[in-house]
């Protein structure tokens, strides 16, 4: 039945569907006259988002961490055109702070800590993939940009994996619990690090993992760790950035001087590595002789890096066809970039094997060269205390390399070496691993 309040509304509805197309019609006919009506442009998009992803949290590192948080936020200014953030885990050191944070620098001289807290997190792992992967998310999604910026600080040990023990078969492998790194007796006396994350979780990020898990291309990323200046992890990290930065040896405890390299991440178009580079070193040669021994700092240009495999590639198959009096050759004077760690100088390893074959790889030991200079677009050392057993800075060709080691107890590490990192079969260096 069709009842008086039933025509009431219906009559409503009609007045007020009238009053709308009325109130679009109007507005519409006043577009001209009313600016407010306009749709109101964006926020004008910053130049560049550099984080810094600080992953250690109780380690003898984070006296080095707040040291370059201060340093950060000294080197700050507010006409750079972009945002740089900082993730800290501060337990149980920082006690403003009562969870991860996630950080927006403001300019700030002193020794306290003034960034703005733009984003809080639970207790979590920061060397948990996942919980990295969120972290470099939110600072894509909360501040975009044009280009972007990662910086990773921690312990690093180029590419061996973190529980190295499990990789090679050696009944002596013990750890040095005082120093929280797993120091591992074996021949050439190898430490293991990874990408190493907090004492409390015991755990670390694999290079390849690190890969899979960054969510953009970065414009360049950089380690503010030990030994991540090698081919291994340069080659994982190609597709993910358009340089890398990082030091083939172990980086000295001050770090990187980020007061005076500040303007040069936010450079446009791209990142001037080449100030970041060089004042870096030229900033350690202004330091007292007892803040460190050695530095140096590689910039790498990763769209170069599969040529290099290339070039490396041929020569190492050529050299391995009649491999003994090469490794002859590596055997009696092959140096090591780091006493703990069995890397060596990828230009090195190659010039051996010219310098045994000169005639016959001469055109390919150039092309290897040129390949090499093409990719290592910037290297530079500070040096106070060489040392004698160990490769001299100044002979450095910028990358580190692994050279699989042709014993038995080290077969589980070559076939790891083979199985997760791309760097072997693109250049050669797996012909090495012996055939089970």
């Known amino acids: 039945m069709f009842t008086f309040t039933m025509f009431r509304t219906c009559r409503s509805m009609r007045f007020l569907l009238l009053a709308v197309f009325v109130s679009v019609f109007m507005a519409g006919c006043n577009k001209d006259d009313d600016a407010s009506m306009e749709p109101q442009p964006a926020a004008e998009e910053k ?20 040291t370059s948080l201060n340093r950060i936020e000294k080197g700050w200014n507010d006409d750079i055109d972009g945002t740089f953030l900082v993730y800290l885990d501060p337990s149980p050191h920082l006690t403003q702070f009562t969870s991860p944070v996630l950080l927006r620098i403001v300019h700030d001289e002193s020794d306290v800590v003034r960034s703005e807290v733009v984003k809080s997190y639970p207790e979590q792992d920061p060397a948990d993939p996942e919980v990295m992967r969120g972290v470099l998310e939110d600072a894509v999604m909360l501040f975009p940009a044009r280009s972007h910026g990662l910086i990773i600080g ?35 006396g190898v430490s293991t690090k990874a990408l190493l994350g907090s004492e409390r979780y015991n755990n670390c990020i694999e290079i390849d993992a690190l890969a899979q898990l960054l969510p ?12 991540m200046g090698n081919v291994e992890t340069a080659y994982a990290l190609r597709n993910k950035c358009s340089y890398l930065v990082g030091c083939m040896a172990p980086l000295p405890g001050v770090g990187f001087p980020y007061d005076l390299i500040m ?22 040669d202004t330091l007292p002789e007892e803040d460190f021994d050695n530095f140096d700092v590689s910039v790498i240009r990763t769209d170069k890096l599969e040529t290099l495999a290339s070039s490396t590639r041929t020569m190492l198959t050529k050299l391995l066809i009649r491999p003994e ?6 055997t009696a004077d092959a140096k090591l970039v780091d006493s703990d760690m069995p890397l060596y100088d990828l230009k090195q390893i190659m010039e051996l094997g010219y310098v045994t074959n000169s005639v016959e790889l001469q055109q390919d030991y150039a092309s290897f060269e ?21 490769l001299p800075h100044e002979q450095y060709g910028g990358l580190s390399c692994y050279v699989p080691l042709r014993a038995s107890n080290f077969a589980p590490l070559n076939a790891y070496y083979k199985t997760h990192y791309e760097w072997g079969a693109a250049s050669g260096f797996d012909q090495f691993i012996l055939s089970e």
């Open 325 to 330: 009096a090469y490794f002859a050759a590596l």
């Open 216 to 227: 953009v291309k970065y414009d360049f990323i950089m380690f503010h760790a030990c030994m």
């Open 370 to 390: 040129a390949a090499l200079e093409a990719t290592v677009v910037q290297q530079w050392s500070a040096v106070r205390d060489e040392n004698p057993e160990l």
């Open 263 to 284: 303007e040069y991440l936010f450079a446009k178009p791209q990142a001037d590595l080449y100030h970041v580079a060089y004042l870096s070193a030229e900033w350690y």
């Open 154 to 188: 921690t312990h690093g040990s180029a590419w061996f994996p973190g529980d190295l023990e499990n990789y090679v078969n050696d009944p002596n492998v013990g750890h040095d619990e005082e120093d929280h790194q797993a120091e591992m007796s074996l021949p050439l």
């Open 47 to 66: 130049n560049r988002t550099v984080l810094f992803y600080m992953i250690d949290d109780d380690h003898n590192l984070w006296d080095e961490m707040i």
